[in-house]
């Protein structure tokens, strides 16, 4: 329920990035351009990534290759 409750609350990519504690993701996901953010959003929301693709004008492989290359991104600096 509170995990519920938290997700509601963050309805902007900003709002993602001002919930962030942890300084070394937070300097990294600014490094990240808008759109992933987006989709990084909307996945939290709980969008499938078929419904995403049309809402960030991507196609759906194009999603999983932004998530993927976030994925690796995130890994090397945390």
């Given at each position: 329920?509170?995990?519920?409750?938290?997700?509601?609350?963050?309805?902007?990519?900003?709002?993602l990035?001002?919930?962030i504690?942890?300084?070394?993701?937070?300097?990294?996901?600014?490094?990240?351009d808008?759109?992933?953010?987006q989709?990084v959003?909307?996945?939290?929301?709980?969008?499938?990534t078929?419904?995403?693709?049309?809402?960030?004008?991507l196609?759906?492989?194009?999603?999983?290759a932004?998530?993927?290359h976030?994925?690796?991104?995130l890994?090397?600096?945390?």
């Amino acid at each position: 329920m509170a995990d519920k409750e938290q997700s509601s609350e963050i309805k902007t990519v900003t709002d993602l990035l001002d919930e962030i504690e942890d300084e070394n993701l937070y300097q990294a996901l600014l490094t990240v351009d808008r759109r992933t953010l987006q989709i990084v959003l909307l996945k939290m929301q709980g969008y499938s990534t078929k419904e995403i693709a049309p809402l960030v004008h991507l196609t759906t492989g194009a999603i999983y290759a932004r998530l993927d290359h976030l994925r690796k991104k995130l890994q090397k600096i945390l």
